[in-house]
């Protein structure tokens, strides 16, 4: 079975998503100074939302089911490509990371914390700039 489904391209949907992204990431960095663990999962968190709202331009949704983060940075991967692997691998192993602290025992230092706002900084503004090119209309050809 597909981990993805389609579903109708919604500008509305995907700027509510970029939105929620932007709160998330503004809470990581003002968290940061409080509680790094917090800090660390909402700049997660503020990636995966922005994730689903790349998906969302690609006229697609996540199915819920168990592993669905995994199958948000898949598809992330798969459209990004190569060039951008580095940052998803980063996103990856916060994926882990914060598994690992929520069921299991784990600490996150400030400089993760801190690593992982900054990811989350990057991440988002690479989101919407391929949101923005994959949603912008092309080129008027002809006289």
């Known amino acids: 079975m597909s981990k993805t489904r389609p579903q109708k391209v919604n500008p509305k949907q995907?700027?509510?998503?970029q939105k929620s992204a932007a709160r998330k990431l503004v809470a990581a960095r003002k968290t940061l100074q409080?509680?790094?663990e917090a800090s660390y999962e909402i700049a997660y968190e503020a990636?995966?939302?922005a994730s689903l709202a790349f998906i969302l331009a690609h006229g697609q949704r996540v199915r819920s089911q168990i592993g669905h983060h995994m199958a948000?940075?898949?598809f992330c991967e798969l459209h990004l490509g190569?060039?951008?692997s580095s940052l998803l691998q980063?996103?990856?192993r916060m994926r882990r990371k914060r598994n690992q602290m929520f069921y299991d025992v784990g600490s996150i230092t400030q400089l993760e914390a801190k690593n992982a706002v900054d990811a989350a900084r990057e991440y988002l503004a690479l989101i919407e700039e391929e949101i923005r090119r994959?949603?912008?209309?092309p080129p008027a050809v002809g006289p």
Do not use: N, T, V
């Open 14 to 17: 995907i700027e509510a998503f």
């Open 90 to 92: 980063i996103l990856d």
């Open 72 to 74: 948000i940075i898949e």
């Open 34 to 36: 409080i509680d790094e």
């Open 134 to 137: 994959k949603l912008q209309p």
């Open 82 to 84: 190569p060039k951008h």
């Open 47 to 49: 990636m995966i939302k």
